[in-house]
């Protein structure tokens, strides 16, 4: 991956943005991005499209979402530890021990999560097999209720501890891969787009909240009225031990990006993808997808009367825990792959169901 490609990935990465508090992501996508595209604008609802020729037919959106689950502060008691709740789909069984950043209007606080030692469990608690998030609270270090209240608040959000680290020569691990990610390769595919000459009207979109139900991606597809969109998220690999292939298929790290197949995808859209990636000898994998995906490309195909929809998946192993791992030329591929597809929408493309 090129050195400033990787600059951009790290700074999304170690930059904070659980849902509804995606702001600190949507200013550095806006900075890099304003030396390429022909218009930037962030909507009401905190989504930052960025066009390349936007008065330009046919109308092809790209969305990735730019939030990351997340904690928020509900209440803190008299002995000034912090009780949080979660922002989208967090397991509670990964939050023991770990290191959690506050966001608050003065700047970070540090935290870690505690929860009863072993030692002192009755055997009841010992062989519960569910952890409850209602059984944990973090520790900042407080004296009491009113020291912590001096440096957190009701209502402020919590975050994995943010940061990036190398596993060998391809991979990364961090929290909010998902789908930091998709920002990162709509973004990096309109760039690759830019350099060359294109008939559409291209909107690459870093969209919000999509953890809490895929909201940026309705409003900003009824905003950007597109034709044709393809999503990019991540997808659950099956490269590691006691994985289950027969329901997911096998998808590893560093084969490519997975083009996903099904009644969320418009065939003439799943055909291009996959065309194009055989003609490019772009590496890829296929997945199944038999009913709406749970991502943009499931909003972005029912938006007002329909839109062609496609979804590529970037690989994605131990998702929704602090130590997401993903594949550097993964990443690359799915850019390349996006901007060889974008580059062949013309107007003479039928996307009709026929």
């Not at 509900?74 to 979660?86: A, K, L, R």
């Not at 009863?116 to 059984?135: G, N, P, T």
Request: aromatic share 4%; with cysteine.
């Amino acid at each position: 991956m090129r050195a400033e490609s990787l600059e951009f990935l790290r700074a999304i990465q170690e930059t904070p943005s659980p849902s509804g508090f995606e702001q600190p992501v949507q200013r550095i996508v806006r900075e890099r991005m304003k030396s390429v595209a022909d218009e930037i604008r962030t909507d009401v609802h905190g989504n930052c499209i960025v066009a390349l020729n936007p008065t330009g037919s046919p109308r092809v959106m790209l969305a990735g979402h730019c939030d990351q689950i997340g904690l928020m502060v509900t209440y803190v008691n008299d002995e000034g530890f912090v009780h949080f709740e979660s922002i989208g789909g967090v397991d509670a069984a990964v939050l023991p021990g770990s290191r959690l950043t506050v966001h608050t209007a003065k700047g970070t606080v540090e935290g870690v999560v505690g929860r009863k030692a072993i030692h002192l469990m009755k055997a009841e608690e010992r062989d519960k097999a569910k952890v409850e998030m209602s059984d944990l609270w973090l520790d900042i270090g407080a004296r009491n209720r009113a020291d912590a209240e001096k440096r957190v608040a009701v209502g402020d959000p919590i975050t994995f501890k943010l940061g990036m680290a190398r596993l060998g020569r391809d991979l990364v691990a961090s929290p909010g891969f998902d789908d930091k990610v998709g920002t990162f390769v709509v973004m990096e595919a309109l760039r690759l787009v830019a350099r060359r000459k294109r008939t559409c009207a291209l909107f690459a979109v870093s969209t919000v909240q999509e953890e809490l139900g895929l909201r940026g991606a309705r409003t900003s597809c009824f905003g950007v009225d597109p034709q044709v969109g393809i999503a990019v998220d991540v997808g659950h690999t099956t490269d590691y031990p006691g994985a289950e292939k027969k329901g997911l298929g096998d998808l590893a790290l560093g084969k490519g990006p997975i083009i996903e197949l099904g009644p969320n995808i418009n065939p003439t859209v799943g055909r291009l993808l996959l065309d194009t990636a055989g003609k490019k000898k772009i590496p890829h994998q296929r997945a199944a997808a038999p009913r709406a995906t749970g991502t943009d490309a499931n909003a972005i195909q029912i938006s007002r009367a329909g839109v062609a929809a496609g979804l590529i998946s970037v690989p994605n192993r131990y998702m929704h825990t602090p130590v997401e791992v993903v594949s550097l030329s993964d990443l690359d591929n799915s850019a390349k792959l996006l901007a060889e597809v974008c580059l062949q929408i013309d107007g003479k493309i039928d996307f009709t169901p026929n």
